[in-house]
């Protein structure tokens, strides 16, 4: 890993030379381009409240997305999060199995072959 601090190559959890430790680093920028005026946030904290509104609003759509820019390790860290998730409480549901054509064909002949067994029964024991 480089070191953000004194920017040398080292191996192992933190620099040797400056002593900085290794870790995630996460910021946020938010570019607001609003009519003629464009600002930069380092946070939605710092959203003005009269852009806020229309920030949550725009960011919650289909056209919003996160990016994630990392390192080797910085890409293993994130799968071993991922995998370290939750499972999601309602799992997805199955689709409900079709009867297919030909069994609904089958039965239907059946009910039918029954129902005229029980009506020979009925007629042939009155004549």
Same mark, same amino acid.
């Given at each position: ?17 400056? &002593?900085?430790?290794? &870790? /995630?680093?996460?910021? =946020?920028?938010?570019?607001?381009? =609003? &009519? ?14 009269? #852009? ?5 609003? =725009?960011? !919650?759509? #289909?056209? !919003? ?6 390192? $080797? ?8 999060? /991922? $995998?370290?998730?939750?499972? =999601? ?10 009867? $297919? ?5 089958? /039965? &239907? ?8 067994? #029980? ?5 042939? $024991?009155?004549?």
């Amino acid at each position: 890993m480089i070191c953000p601090h004194c920017h040398r190559k080292f191996e192992g959890r933190a620099c040797p030379r400056c &002593g900085t430790v290794k &870790g /995630i680093v996460k910021t =946020s920028t938010i570019l607001i381009s =609003s &009519g003629e005026k464009q600002n930069v946030y380092r946070s939605v904290e710092e959203v003005p409240d009269s #852009l806020k509104q229309q920030l949550v609003r =725009s960011t !919650s759509g #289909l056209n !919003s997305a996160t990016i994630v820019i990392a390192d $080797r390790e910085g890409r293993r860290e994130i799968a071993k999060a /991922i $995998r370290n998730l939750p499972a =999601s409480e309602n799992p997805p549901e199955m689709p409900a199995k079709k009867i $297919r054509p030909w069994l609904l064909h089958g /039965i &239907g002949v059946v009910l039918l072959f029954a129902a005229a067994v #029980l009506i020979w029964f009925i007629f042939r $024991r009155t004549s």
